[in-house]
C-alpha cells in the first residue's frame, strides 16, 4: 500500500508533466487561432458595414441623379461643340428662326482666373427669322439647363420686306 500510493503520486506528477508539454502547446495554439479569428470576425464585420455605407451613399447618388445629370448638362466635361451646336440647331427650328452658322473659340482666361476650373468659350451664332422668333429664341436659350450667356446681338433690316431678319449672336458658353 505504500508503493501504492507512490506510484500514483508519482502517476499524476507524470501526468502533469506530460501534459504540460504535451497539451500547453496546443492549448496556446487553440488560443491563438481563438484571436486571430475575432479579429477577422471583427475586420468581416467592418467590411460589411463599410459595405452597407457604400450602398446607402449608391442609392442617394441615384435618387440625385437627375440633379447630376443636369448639372452634367449644364456644365459639360470639355466644349462638346457638336452637340452644343445640335442643341442650338433643335432650339432654333423649334422658335422658327434658321441657324445659318456658327464659329467658337477657347476664350483664354486671364491671370487672375487662371485657378478657375471652368472653361470659357466664345460662339458666334448667324439666325435669321422674325423678331418674334428670335425673342422665342432668346427665352429657350434663357431657360435651358446649360449655362449660356448672350453677351451681344446685332441685327440689320432686310432689304425686301418678307426676308427673314438676319440676327448675329455672341455667346459665352461654359464647361470644364
Known sequence: MKYSIIIIAA??????????????PKYQEFNSLQNQFSQKKDQLENQNKYMQQLLAIERKIEEKQELVNKVNSALPIG???PSLLNFLQGISMETGMSLEGASWQELLPSREDKKEKFK????????SGSYFAF???????????????????????????NEPIPFDILLKVYSY
Open 11 to 24: 502517476g499524476i506528477i507524470i501526468s502533469i508533466i506530460i501534459g504540460a508539454f504535451l497539451f500547453w
Open 79 to 81: 466644349p462638346d461643340i
Open 120 to 127: 470659357e468659350y466664345s460662339l458666334n451664332l448667324e439666325v
Open 135 to 161: 425673342i422665342n429664341f432668346l427665352y429657350s436659350l434663357e431657360k435651358s439647363s446649360r449655362l449660356i450667356n448672350v453677351v451681344e446681338s446685332r441685327f440689320s433690316v432686310p432689304s425686301e420686306e
